[in-house]
């Protein structure tokens, strides 16, 4: 039961070192043998820690919170998972995989007539994809075994679940052809974010800084001094090599031709060869914390946010990288996917960008034209505070939905 679990930290003391390592670890554990109280909805995770279980079980959870249900989670180890079937009327099955423990509560659900759901933010359910990817490759074998099968397969393929969640409507299509009801469930900030990135401008504008902390320094390279302009890539996860191998060549260009800027990388990336030469312009930065992940998103002045361009495991990505820049006033240049095409007004609060030249063409106006990096960031942030902040959420079809199946019971 605990060999995918162990396979994480293991994953984590590769990425982030033992110390995060060991307070992601006791994190975990108390979470599993946390008592779960009872009311609406429970949601069962695959895990405590991370992007996955922050957006879709602590994020959701607060946003049907804001629209009056009871929520509570658990993680799929907990010793006393079946016995929450008798406390909750709704239960949202986040990416977990077939345990014991999960078969045990599966059936006392369906025995009682409960409602099942299940959420994805990815494509894992089906293995096929999984198993092409980057990301599969740099797994351990614990985590391998965990996604070789599917996560979440037997849901998709169980006619009892008749509804899923999800982030994206490429990934609704992908649901609804298992003849599955599908509500999209964009991720969305939180409170806390919302608090953290207001601070973040707040102290800049008491210290009368421009959009990025590094912006009033004089680069003088080339013997002549300009203002420096940082571009950041924040990658976050093992699975991105790929999708910054896109837009390499157009770095080289840019970093050629304008010696002003620099580029600061965040998360497990290997820098590509070629950039090699740059090193004394290159800033890599590991794994953070949630506040010090929004400090260094507004430290730079433009975001970039590619993606692997004709692959589908690609395309089901949310559009976080966006709106996340988007609350510090950050600009974002990003792939044109259809999630991106659908979250970003083309050249009014971001850029989408299609090919070299495409690339070469947006980020290079948003390197000369500081007004323009001023003017699409706070669309951006606008964008950010309508469309993807708790505060603003209104899923009403979803509320819905679950209000009936609460009150069927």
Same mark, same amino acid.
């Given at each position: 039961?605990?060999?995918?679990?162990?396979?994480?930290?293991?994953?984590?003391?590769?990425?982030?070192?033992?110390?995060?390592?060991?307070?992601?670890?006791?994190?975990?554990?108390?979470?599993?043998?946390?008592?779960?109280?009872?009311?609406?909805?429970?949601?069962?995770?695959?895990?405590?820690?991370?992007?996955?279980?922050?957006?879709?079980?602590?994020?959701?959870?607060?946003?049907?919170?804001?629209?009056?249900?009871?929520?509570?989670?658990?993680?799929?180890?907990?010793?006393?998972?079946?016995?929450?079937?008798?406390?909750?009327?709704?239960?949202?099955?986040?990416?977990?995989?077939?345990?014991?423990?999960?078969?045990?509560?599966?059936?006392?659900?369906?025995?009682?007539?409960?409602?099942?759901?299940?959420?994805?933010?990815?494509?894992?359910?089906?293995?096929?994809?999984?198993?092409?990817?980057?990301?599969?490759?740099?797994?351990?074998?614990?985590?391998?075994?965990?996604?070789?099968?599917?996560?979440?397969?037997?849901?998709?393929?169980?006619?009892?679940?008749?509804?899923?969640?999800?982030?994206?409507?490429?990934?609704?299509?992908? @649901? $609804?052809?298992?003849? %599955?009801?599908?509500? =999209?469930?964009?991720?969305?900030?939180?409170?806390? !974010? /919302? #608090?953290?990135?207001?601070?973040?401008?707040?102290?800049?504008?008491?210290?009368?800084?421009?959009?990025?902390?590094?912006?009033?320094?004089?680069?003088?390279?080339?013997?002549?001094?300009?203002?420096?302009?940082?571009?950041?890539?924040?990658?976050?996860?093992?699975?991105?090599?790929?999708?910054?191998?896109?837009?390499?060549?157009?770095? @080289? $260009?840019?970093?050629? %031709?304008?010696?002003? =800027?620099?580029?600061?990388?965040?998360?497990?990336? !290997? /820098? #590509?060869?070629?950039?090699?030469?740059?090193?004394?312009?290159?800033?890599?930065?590991?794994?953070?914390?949630?506040?010090?992940?929004?400090?260094?998103?507004?430290?730079?002045?433009?975001?970039?946010?590619?993606?692997?361009?004709?692959?589908?495991?690609?395309?089901?990505?949310?559009?976080?990288?966006?709106?996340?820049?988007?609350?510090?006033?950050?600009?974002?240049?990003?792939?044109?996917?259809?999630?991106?095409?659908?979250?970003?007004?083309?050249?009014?609060?971001?850029?989408?960008?299609?090919?070299?030249?495409?690339?070469?063409?947006?980020?290079?106006?948003?390197?000369?034209?500081?007004?323009?990096?001023?003017?699409?960031?706070?669309?951006?942030?606008?964008?950010?505070?309508?469309?993807?902040?708790?505060?603003?959420?209104?899923?009403?079809?979803?509320?819905?939905?679950?209000?009936?199946?609460?009150?069927?019971?």
């Amino acid at each position: 039961m605990f060999s995918r679990y162990l396979g994480k930290i293991i994953s984590v003391i590769r990425q982030e070192g033992l110390f995060c390592a060991l307070k992601k670890f006791i994190l975990a554990t108390f979470l599993i043998i946390r008592p779960v109280g009872s009311g609406d909805v429970l949601f069962v995770s695959s895990g405590v820690v991370g992007n996955t279980s922050r957006f879709r079980v602590r994020n959701v959870a607060e946003e049907l919170e804001k629209h009056g249900f009871k929520c509570s989670f658990a993680v799929q180890e907990h010793p006393l998972l079946p016995t929450y079937a008798d406390k909750f009327s709704i239960f949202i099955f986040q990416q977990v995989n077939y345990t014991p423990q999960v078969e045990k509560i599966i059936k006392k659900i369906k025995k009682q007539n409960k409602e099942i759901i299940f959420d994805t933010d990815d494509l894992l359910f089906d293995p096929l994809y999984a198993k092409s990817q980057d990301f599969f490759e740099k797994s351990n074998a614990l985590m391998k075994k965990f996604y070789e099968k599917g996560v979440g397969t037997e849901f998709v393929n169980d006619p009892y679940v008749n509804v899923c969640t999800t982030t994206t409507s490429f990934l609704a299509e992908k @649901l $609804r052809e298992h003849n %599955k009801k599908v509500f =999209v469930v964009p991720n969305k900030l939180s409170k806390k !974010d /919302i #608090e953290i990135a207001d601070g973040i401008l707040k102290a800049k504008k008491l210290m009368k800084l421009p959009a990025s902390t590094r912006g009033d320094r004089l680069s003088t390279r080339g013997g002549k001094a300009s203002r420096a302009i940082s571009i950041g890539y924040f990658s976050g996860a093992l699975s991105h090599n790929k999708d910054f191998a896109t837009i390499t060549n157009i770095l @080289l $260009r840019i970093m050629e %031709k304008y010696k002003n =800027v620099e580029l600061v990388l965040a998360g497990p990336l !290997d /820098i #590509e060869s070629e950039l090699h030469k740059f090193s004394a312009r290159i800033k890599q930065l590991p794994f953070v914390s949630r506040e010090k992940h929004f400090e260094n998103v507004a430290g730079v002045d433009i975001n970039l946010a590619p993606l692997e361009t004709g692959n589908p495991f690609c395309e089901a990505k949310s559009e976080l990288k966006f709106f996340e820049a988007g609350i510090v006033n950050v600009p974002t240049v990003a792939a044109a996917t259809q999630t991106f095409r659908e979250a970003i007004t083309d050249g009014t609060d971001g850029f989408v960008a299609n090919g070299e030249e495409e690339w070469f063409e947006k980020i290079e106006k948003l390197i000369i034209d500081e007004n323009l990096r001023k003017t699409m960031g706070g669309k951006a942030r606008q964008t950010a505070l309508a469309r993807y902040s708790i505060s603003s959420s209104n899923n009403e079809e979803h509320y819905e939905y679950l209000k009936s199946k609460i009150k069927s019971l």
